[in-house]
């Protein structure tokens, strides 16, 4: 009688608990996108310019030698392109930005996906609450891509190579001697990565180097060559979203593109999926541009 009445107000308790519970309203009722008719000089949109499925123009370009249409709604970064002001306060006073074609270099952009299922967030899709909230979990899937071309793509060959080098030597000695950023082998293998830390101890403190605030793991990948394809730094701060700083050139030699990434160092164990997945991203972007003469027309030539 006793196991009867405890399951019953188990069951009511149950029941009660449910009740209070926020329904799960599905996803998101988010209002319509405004679709623009003007650019912000006041010319109009040329109707067959490109757009995304919200109806608004997409920000096209050449991206390391390809053509691409970037979303607004997906841009976390807002994109820069060869001549655009960066940080050159008098050059963006008076700065008007041309209507743009697939001719124009993109330098950079950066945007977020989910690396488990090739997700890039949509700020105005129905989840896009959602999405942002899921960010901030600790050990979260979602990771931040930044994307640079261009001028800004490396201008030597094997750079990681030189990254690592200077961690090895240049820091470690004066004029540049810093702490936090000379490296050693540690003989250590973790995920098919080679790891680096921080050598010594800290005179100040009595802590080694690599137990101090701010300090970082080192993880490289080599090619069958032995050079560097893979650069990653990941924090050894315990906190619950320890940050990985992860640098990658695409493969192949049809899109110059440099890889920028960041995301939470549980991720680390699948840094070759990170990879392969962001890759896969950059490169759903691109598109299949109209002829030079209706992209002239876009520009009113």
Not at 48 to 56: A, N
Not at 179 to 206: H, M, Q, R, S
Not at 210 to 229: E, M, S
Request: aromatic share 12%; net charge neutral.
């Amino acid at each position: 009688m006793y196991k009867i009445q405890s399951y019953s107000c188990l069951l009511l308790l149950t029941l009660l608990l449910a009740a209070c519970q926020e329904p799960d309203r599905g996803p998101e009722k988010r209002p319509a996108p405004i679709v623009p008719t003007h650019w912000r000089d006041g010319t109009p949109i040329a109707a067959d310019y490109p757009r995304d499925h919200y109806g608004v123009p997409y920000s096209i370009g050449n991206l390391g030698g390809q053509p691409v249409n970037l979303p607004e709604h997906s841009m976390e970064t807002p994109v820069e392109y060869e001549d655009s002001p960066g940080f050159n306060w008098r050059k963006a006073e008076n700065y008007k930005p041309p209507v743009r074609t697939y001719k124009d270099m993109i330098e950079s952009f950066g945007f977020f996906m989910n690396y488990t299922d090739g997700t890039i967030y949509d700020s105005w899709h129905p989840n896009g609450n959602k999405w942002y909230e899921a960010r901030k979990v600790s050990g979260t899937s979602w990771i931040h891509v930044g994307v640079r071309s261009g001028s800004r793509y490396p201008k030597r060959d094997h750079i990681y190579d030189i990254y690592l080098d200077g961690n090895l030597n240049d820091y470690a000695k004066p004029p540049h001697y810093i702490p936090l950023d000379v490296y050693a082998k540690t003989g250590e293998t973790k995920f098919g990565l080679e790891v680096y830390a921080n050598p010594g101890i800290n005179p100040e403190n009595g802590i080694a180097w690599r137990n101090n605030h701010g300090a970082k793991d080192l993880f490289v990948q080599r090619d069958a060559d032995g050079h560097i394809v893979s650069y990653i730094k990941c924090s050894n701060n315990p906190v619950p979203k320890p940050p990985c700083d992860h640098r990658f050139l695409m493969k192949g030699n049809d899109m110059k593109v440099a890889m920028q990434l960041l995301y939470d160092r549980q991720n680390l164990p699948h840094w070759r999926e990170i990879e392969a997945q962001t890759e896969k991203a950059v490169r759903s972007f691109i598109a299949r541009p109209p002829s030079e003469a209706v992209q002239q027309k876009w520009r009113g030539g």
